[in-house]
């Protein structure tokens, strides 16, 4: 097997133990021994430190001592703490308690309970015996032990094995009696606890003599090993009653005890190098191992369980190692010993009791020497063995859900013991399944085993007492495809907690395959210069890229490390790469920016090609895809946006270093790769939330198929109602456009119309009309490169509004909640927010909700022809006085006399002025014409808008009011004009009356006197003269003389003639003039900084001149200027270009530029193949009722006018119900801080579509 790279540990943190710590720890006259013990807790918080009767816990982060006890009262200095354990479950909440044994100066010992959150000790029990180890446990499962309050089992100095009952009832009630200050009840060091030992014979009787020993406030206490003591001496026997060996007394030791919940058994380890295995169940004993001569103690146990072996298998590690620094020159030595049961019984999830042991034997061993510089060691020490069956993070995506692993942790040493090593090695028992259960291996990393040389955590005269793994640190190294490589021990990153005689640290790995990711990313872009090294080394980690080839040149080998850093997410590293080898200094090995960008082209290229493999299921299937499939999309997507963050760095800040040509190229793979993620981005989403794969209609199901059923009859009634306005067939608005409904208008404007409706029609649109026939057809149009992305996301925002409409259940609403988060994840306005809802709801009828939204709109936000659908859409459906309040807020667009496309937006005027009129308010609709009148090219333009004006007047029945008007000279002409040639008596009898209010009198008589010769005589004539004659009659005789002569004279002109020539002399040197041809020429020079038409680029970038598209310089073109009256047939092309479609359908490709291959391969990246969905969905233009909202005529607050003029339309809108949502959409301030994709604007500056066909 080929030796793996190490895992390299650094040290995080350190932290120095308080002076308290120290100045509590200091060893007296009578306890000379100065190194204290210490270990650290299960929850890696914690630590404890003991020397001699002293104790203390401190602070691992702080280094702070929490809690502290001498023992003996200060007394005795001989009582010596021998062992510490930790209770399982805490008495209480928020709270931990310790178990100590004491050795007392008379050769007795001592079991404390000792309470941390109080320094308080809860329960002291005298044993005959020292102990030496400790082990506990909350309950046995079954057996004779089950009445026991919990377990404490002990070992003791001449090898004594006993079990007694701790009452942990007994501790609760101390607790409440030191929290009531009643301590003297307290079973203290003065007033101890005694233990009650029963024989094995009488173990039948062990309730009752429980009950006994409880009610005389002394525990209950079985001797296991009672028959392993014959006159002073120790027999070691098998099982089955064989002597094993024979030994006295005083040459025993117990040297580790632990308890196994799993087994339900008690491993006891001895100083002789042996160890047994106690059924705690039935109290019998079920292993002995053998005993070896000159074999060192058994010192520390681990146990593990496979994760997924069905047979009743486990293993027990046992660690033979001196117990003493310096106190042999021998390794340790650690053996994994497998312990086969006949069944195992499931207690709990994940919790299972192995049954009726069979065997015990030994299956992989491994001596625990040095690491590094073996020849300097001679010796060394087990310092710790820990166990963890650690929940992966990776579980919920398919992978094993368990970590098995084993932490061994030892020191070594050299001659004269001046030099010290400390190692650590992680066993994996999962991966030594996979391995084949080699018996042994060589003290290196391999497949299962990890190890390495620890930080120098302890120095000098510190000493290492303790380093435990923080298994909430522990993470599995995640990649797109999970390769062998990365589940080797050596790829976790995890934290270990150190702790010494006179520090804390944390020390910390990686694993190696972030090590040689973060090793690139601090090398920065010279790792790339010479790739041989660093590429091997990716290799033998599994730091493979998806869908990346390999190669042996020095050219491949950087694509393949460029890959790797594509996909750890180094954009800094990428960055810095395009930076560096944008001057070319590094040209000579290969290294340079267009090497960069065709790495970046083709590594997008097989992202996108693999992502559509990915995400062609979901299109055709209704079966859900699995976890790996989505972990690779979610790569794909994510080394697509980078890739587009990459080329978006270049073209900012290396542009200045790139010839034009080149950065236009630059330029067309940037938009190109960013339409592409964008894509995935959505499509990613649509899984995410459960849009994908389309899925049939079922009403037990929580998922949420698409509708198109519902939605082709709600949308095509909807056309059908709204084309009868405009007096248009039935037949003509089923499969056309409807110019009054905002969808279709937004299709039309934004996304080229033609385009997007054959594309729908191949994909199984009977029209081509929204709805889209799929969700596949839906999500093609984000591949358009030339719509922003903001009206892409609009659109797919407006569907979603019609899911919420469809899906108007409690059963769907968490569903629902989810979609409308869409506008927030991908990073949409709230202003964009806004305008789509309100449109939805204007486009079904819920017009007051609409206009609360579209008044919520600030600045210019909606478009000229947004601003024409809800006017046209408002006056249509005879919502007058909503018109009204929506002009009140938002005027039409202003009309400018330079654009040729403003016959919109004088419709807009126009319709406003008819607004105004039918509610009776002349004076604002006299300023809408104003407002176009100062626009007009020409004075027969200005003609035409009066006319207008004067004409609504007249057929609204207000022509009087405009007497109540100041009018402009100009106006007044238009108007006296317009009631002449109207010759109606009502038209006379205003322009009389305006000749009077005018004091015109003799206008008014003179015009007068020609209608007495034109019409009968009637009432209101006779009525009108008189008015004239009583007028006339008191003017001056000199008026009608001065009036005919100023009428006859005309006005004198003078001509002035024009020199030939004319030379200008200036006063004085200050006063200088500028010549019309210096004036030329400075007007060529600063060509560009009065160019009208140049293309917006992005700020910084270059380019090339263009002669034809450079004022001043190209062929004049001279454009025939046109009236905004024109009609429309005469106007300009469309807005927006359209692009071709082929005869295929298929989605369209960008257009075409001034490099073909460039604009070829763009295209082939934004092409996706034609996809049949699962479902097809025939037309339907019946709605059911259950899925409609209908709301009380009672709240709708027409006015008057409205009343009088929906009668007529009475019959469109009778089963027109309103809709109105239930779910708000978020803004991006009510979101908070969601995260959002990367989404880049994209847009083309194509007009045509051009097929690329390769060579």
Request: hydrophobic share 35%.
């Amino acid at each position: 097997m080929q030796k793996l790279q190490e895992s390299v540990f650094s040290i995080i943190k350190t932290t120095n133990l308080s002076s308290a710590v120290f100045s509590f720890l200091q060893p007296t006259e009578e306890y000379s021994d100065k190194t204290p013990l210490g270990g650290i807790l299960r929850d890696t918080k914690y630590g404890w430190l003991a020397l001699g009767p002293k104790f203390c816990v401190v602070d691992l982060r702080s280094g702070l001592k929490i809690a502290a006890r001498t023992f003996g009262n200060g007394v005795s200095n001989k009582i010596t703490v021998t062992s510490v354990v930790e209770l399982p479950t805490p008495l209480t909440d928020n709270s931990q308690q310790l178990i100590i044994s004491l050795e007392c100066d008379d050769a007795t010992g001592l079991i404390c309970i000792f309470h941390i959150n109080g320094s308080q000790l809860l329960r002291c029990i005298q044993t005959d015996g020292v102990i030496t180890e400790l082990t506990v446990c909350d309950a046995i499962p079954n057996g004779p032990l089950m009445c026991f309050d919990g377990l404490i089992m002990a070992g003791t100095h001449r090898g004594e094995i006993f079990i007694f009952d701790l009452n942990k009832a007994s501790l609760i009630q101390a607790l409440k009696d030191l929290s009531q200050g009643y301590e003297e009840q307290v079973r203290g060091e003065q007033n101890v606890a005694n233990l009650i030992f029963l024989p094995l014979k009488a173990v039948h009787k062990i309730e009752s003599q429980r009950d006994l020993a409880v009610e005389n406030d002394d525990h209950l206490a079985l001797l296991l090993n009672e028959n392993s003591f014959h006159e002073n001496q120790y027999v070691f026997c098998n099982p089955d009653g064989t002597v094993r060996m024979k030994a006295k007394q005083s040459h025993i030791r117990t040297t580790v005890v632990q308890y196994i919940p799993q087994l339900g058994s008690l491993a006891v380890g001895f100083n002789f190098g042996a160890f047994q295995l106690w059924n705690l169940l039935n109290l019998e004993l079920e292993f002995t191992s053998q005993v070896n001569v000159e074999c060192l103690p058994v010192t520390h146990f681990g146990f593990q369980e496979p994760c997924d072996d069905p047979r009743a298998f486990c293993y027990l590690w046992v660690v033979f190692s001196v117990i003493d620094r310096f106190e042999e020159e021998e390794f340790p030595l650690a053996v994994m010993y497998s312990l086969t049961y006949q069944g195992k019984r499931m207690l709990a999830e994940n919790k299972y009791l192995y049954q009726e042991f069979s065997m015990a034997t030994i299956r992989f061993q491994i001596e625990l020497g040095a690491i590094e510089d073996v020849s300097v060691y001679i010796g060394g020490r087990c310092i710790s063995c820990h166990t963890y069956s650690i929940s992966s993070v990776l579980g919920e995506e398919g992978e094993d859900t368990m970590l098995n692993l084993c932490q061994l942790v030892w020191e070594c040493w050299g001659e004269n013991n001046t030099v010290t090593q400390h190692c650590m090695l992680l066993f994996d028992l999962d991966q030594w399944y996979k391995d084949q259960m080699p018996a042994t291996y060589r003290l290196e990393n391999n497949a299962f085993m990890s190890t390495a040389r620890c930080p120098e955590i302890s120095r000098g005269s510190c000493v290492t007492l303790d380093l435990r793994l923080d298994s909430e640190s522990v993470t599995p190294y995640s990649h797109a495809t999970r390769l062998e490589e990365h589940f080797f021990p050596n790829s976790l990153q995890y934290n270990c907690v150190a702790l010494s005689t006179w520090s804390t640290a944390v020390v910390q790995t990686a694993g190696v395959q972030r090590q040689l990711v973060r090793g690139m990313s601090a090398a920065g872009p010279a790792c790339l210069l010479a790739p041989a090294r660093l590429y091997a080394a990716c290799k033998t980690a599994g730091l493979t890229p998806l869908y990346a080839p390999s190669g042996d040149t020095p050219e491949d080998q950087r694509r393949f490390l460029l890959s790797v850093a594509l996909e750890a997410r180094l954009s800094s590293f990428l960055k810095r790469c395009a930076h560096d080898w944008a001057t070319g200094t590094h040209s000579g090995v290969g290294c340079t920016l267009p090497f960069l960008v065709d790495w970046s082209w083709s590594r997008a290229i097989e992202l996108k090609e693999n992502a559509k493999e990915l995400t062609a299921p979901l299109f055709t299937s209704s079966m859900m895809p699995d976890r790996n499939v989505i972990r690779c999309l979610e790569h794909c997507v994510q080394q697509l946006s980078q890739l587009t963050g990459l080329l978006d760095a270049i073209l900012t800040k290396c542009c200045n270093l790139v010839v034009p040509d080149a950065l236009s190229e630059m330029e067309e793979k940037y938009k190109g790769i960013g339409t592409v993620s964008l894509y995935f981005q959505v499509v990613q989403w649509f899984v995410r939330v459960g849009l994908l794969p389309e899925k049939s209609s079922d009403r037990h199901s929580h998922t949420l198929p698409y509708p198109v059923h519902q939605l082709c009859g709600i949308y095509n009634k909807r056309r059908i109602k709204l084309n009868r306005l405009q007096d248009k067939s039935d037949d003509e608005s089923s499969n056309e456009s409807c110019s009054l409904l905002y969808i279709d208008q937004l299709i039309e404007h934004e996304f080229g119309g033609d385009r997007v409706h054959q594309l729908w029609m191949v994909c199984g649109s009977s029209g081509g009309l929204y709805p889209p026939p799929s969700l596949f057809s839906l999500l093609r149009l984000y591949l358009l490169p030339d719509v922003p992305e903001e009206h892409k996301h609009s659109l797919l925002l407006y569907l979603l509004l019609d899911y919420s409409m469809i899906y108007d259940d409690m059963r769907h609403e968490s569903v629902i909640r989810r979609l409308m988060q869409f506008p927030t994840m991908f990073g949409l306005s709230n202003t964009a927010i806004k305008a789509t809802q309100a449109f939805w709801h204007l486009d079904h009828r819920d017009f007051d909700f609409a206009l609360d939204q579209l008044q919520c709109l600030t600045g210019n936000t909606l478009s000229d022809w947004q601003h024409h659908v809800v006017l046209s859409s408002l006056l249509a459906q005879k919502k007058t006085q909503s018109a009204l309040q929506y002009l009140h807020v938002r005027k039409p667009a202003p009309i400018h006399v330079s654009d040729n496309n403003d016959y919109d937006k004088l419709d807009d005027w126009q319709t406003s002025c008819n607004l105004y009129l039918a509610r009776g308010l002349v004076f604002e609709a006299l300023d809408v014409i104003r407002m176009c009148v100062e626009n007009a090219g020409s004075s027969d333009d200005k003609t035409q808008l009066l006319n207008y004006f004067y004409k609504g007047c007249r057929n609204s029945g207000q022509l009087a009011k405009v007497l109540q008007v100041t009018l402009l000279p100009f106006e007044e002409e238009v108007f006296i004009r317009y009631l002449k040639e109207c010759n109606e008596s009502h038209t006379s009898d205003i322009l009389v009356m305006y000749y009077l209010q005018q004091a015109r009198y003799l206008e008014a008589e003179q015009y007068n006197s020609k209608l007495k010769t034109r019409h009968e005589q009637s009432d209101r004539g006779s009525a009108r003269d008189a008015l004239v004659a009583t007028l006339c009659r008191d003017l001056p005789d000199v008026t009608g003389d001065v009036l005919r002569c100023a009428m006859n004279e005309a006005e004198p002109r003078i001509f002035k003639p024009k020199p030939m020539s004319v030379y200008v002399q200036a006063n004085s040197p200050k006063n200088t003039f500028t010549y019309k041809s210096s004036f030329i020429q400075d007007t060529i020079e600063n060509a560009s900084e009065t160019w009208i038409n140049k293309p917006k680029t992005r700020k910084g970038i270059k380019r090339a001149l263009n002669i034809e598209d450079t004022p001043f310089i190209c062929t004049p073109k001279a454009y025939k200027s046109k009236s905004v009256l024109q009609e429309k047939s005469d106007g300009t092309p469309a807005k927006r270009a359209k692009l071709d479609l082929n005869s295929s359908g298929r989605t369209p490709k960008m257009a075409h530029r001034a490099n073909d291959s460039v604009s070829c391969q763009v295209a082939r990246l934004l092409h996706m193949p034609d996809l049949e969905s699962p479902h097809n969905y025939p037309a339907r233009t019946d709605t059911p009722q259950s899925i409609l909202k209908s709301r009380p005529s009672s709240r709708r607050g027409n006015t008057p006018y409205d009343n009088d003029h929906d009668h007529s339309d009475h019959s469109d809108h009778d089963h027109d119900e309103h809709r109105h949502l239930r779910f708000t959409i978020p803004t991006s301030s009510e979101a908070g801080s969601t995260p959002s994709p990367v989404a880049l604007p994209l847009y083309a500056e194509s007009e045509t579509d051009n097929v690329c066909i390769s060579e």
